[in-house]
Each structure stands twice: as C-alpha cells, then as structure tokens.
C-alpha cells in the first residue's frame, strides 16, 4: 500500500512538472510559430524557393532554420490563447508574407513579359523552353532576363535584403497587427503598373529595331518583288534582335540594377498599405 502511495506520489510530481514546462514552453512555442508563419508566407511566393523543384523539405528546413536565427532578434509576440484568434493571427501572418514575396513575384513578372513580347516580335513565339520552377514552358528570351537578374539579385544581396525585411517588417505591422484596406488594393495595382512599364522598358530597344527592320523589308519586297521577304524575315528579324540585346546589356543591368534597389520601397510601401491603411 506504502509503495502504491509512493507511487502515485511520484507520478503527480513528475505530472505537475510537465505541467509547469508546458505552461512555460507553450508561448514561447507559440511565438515561434507565428514568426515562422510569417517567414513561411515570404518563401512561398518567392519566384525561386516556390517552384516545385525544390523539395518541400528543404523549404520546411530553410522556415525553421530562419525561424531559429531570426527568433533571438524580433521580439515574439504575447499570444492569445483562443485558437480561433490564434488561428485568425497565423492566417494574417502568411498573408504578410506573401505580400512581401509578391512585390518580388511581380519583379520577376516583368522579365517574363517582356521576353514574351521580345521573342513573338523575334520569330521565338513557337521556341519554349521548359521551366522546373513552375512545371510550365516559358519563352526563351523571357528565362534569359530571369536568369539575369536573378544573378544581379544575389549580387546585390537581395537575398539578405529580404531577411532584413522580414526584420523590419515588424516595425511597420507588429504580429496580428494586418488589416486589409483600399490602400492595399491600390498599391497592388502601383505593383502591376510597375510591371507593365519595366517589360516595356526592356522590351522597347529591340522592338524599335524590329519595326525598322519589317519597314526596310517591306520597302525590299515592294522594289524587288523577286525577293521571298517572308523567308528573308526569319533571319534578318532574329541576328538583329540578338544584337540589340546584346548591344544594349549594359543599359538592361543598369535598369535592372535601379529596380532591385527600389524594391525595398516597394515592399515598405506596400506593408504600409497593409497595416495602416
């Protein structure tokens, strides 16, 4: 009966020990998550880390590896315990997130148009190539502007930029501090606009060239009707495109350059949007 009662002596101790550790353990684990919920909404719209050949450990790996570095440094918040609310927050933290990487996203989106735009006027409209990221085909000259500036990208520490974004994104919306307003539409719309005018501007220099190129064929064919302009089009329209763009690679990375470096702008402004209306 004696060692019963020591028993279950015991086991309340070891009971009320867990119990006190849970107590203990739970916020902080709780904070945790919605930092990590945050980080986790960033990489999943990133244009790189969100396709699908990088396997979802990895990106389970690099959440947590971030969450672990980045969790001394913000101040995690107090968090409610009605998981209704609790739930409500980590949603509003992944939608933070993702309103990061969507400022990224549309960057990267107007590379893409304007190599569609490019190649079409080049004759590449029917060259494809596959993309591991999206499992989709992609236009050559659009994979070559995204490979391009996803090198300036790194080079120019973009990378920790958006680490150091996730930092002081909690100046501008602390943790359940996110609310969605007509400025967040508008700002959106500012993000796509942006876009449309960067394809443009990457897109101009060769299409001026290929216009001028189509009107001095069509002057060729109309003085020398013996001359297939269709079949001379191909490779005149596709050696002066190719020397445009490497003619004015200089001007492309400089303007790519300039963008990058507004982009932290951009995600400020669009987090203002977001959580001040």
Do not use: C
């Not at 309340?12 to 904070?31: C, H, N, S, V, Y």
């Not at 209704?84 to 400022?103: D, F, K, Q, R």
Request: hydrophobic share 55%; charged share 10%.
């Amino acid at each position: 009966m004696q060692l019963f009662l020591l028993h279950v002596r015991r086991r309340r101790k070891r009971d009320m020990a867990l119990t006190q550790t849970i107590q203990i353990l739970l916020p902080e684990f709780q904070g945790f998550l919605v930092l990590i919920s945050r980080i986790g909404g960033l990489l999943a719209a990133l244009p790189v880390l969100s396709g699908r050949n990088v396997p979802a450990k990895v990106k389970l790996a690099l959440v947590l590896g971030l969450g672990v570095l980045l969790a001394p440094i913000v101040p995690l918040p107090a968090v409610p315990y009605d998981p209704i609310v609790l739930a409500g927050g980590l949603i509003s933290e992944m939608v933070i997130g993702l309103a990061i990487g969507l400022a990224v996203r549309l960057f990267f989106g107007a590379l893409e148009l304007a190599g569609e735009v490019i190649g079409v006027q080049m004759g590449f409209g029917v060259v494809q190539l596959f993309d591991p990221t999206t499992a989709e085909q992609t236009p050559i000259i659009g994979q070559y502007f995204t490979l391009l500036a996803t090198l300036i990208f790194l080079s120019l520490n973009g990378h920790l930029l958006l680490v150091a974004t996730i930092i002081s994104s909690y100046e501008s919306i602390p943790a359940f501090g996110a609310s969605l307003t007509g400025g967040m539409g508008e700002a959106i719309l500012r993000l796509a606009q942006n876009m449309f005018v960067v394809g443009l501007k990457l897109a101009v220099p060769v299409l001026v060239i290929i216009l001028l190129i189509n009107l001095l064929l069509a002057l060729l064919g109309r003085a020398v009707s013996q001359i297939n302009v269709f079949v001379l089009s191909f490779p005149v329209t596709i050696a002066g495109g190719l020397a445009v763009m490497s003619l004015s690679a200089p001007f492309v990375t400089e303007l790519l350059v300039r963008e990058i470096e507004r982009l932290q702008f951009t995600i400020d402004e669009l987090l203002r949007a977001l959580g001040h209306g």
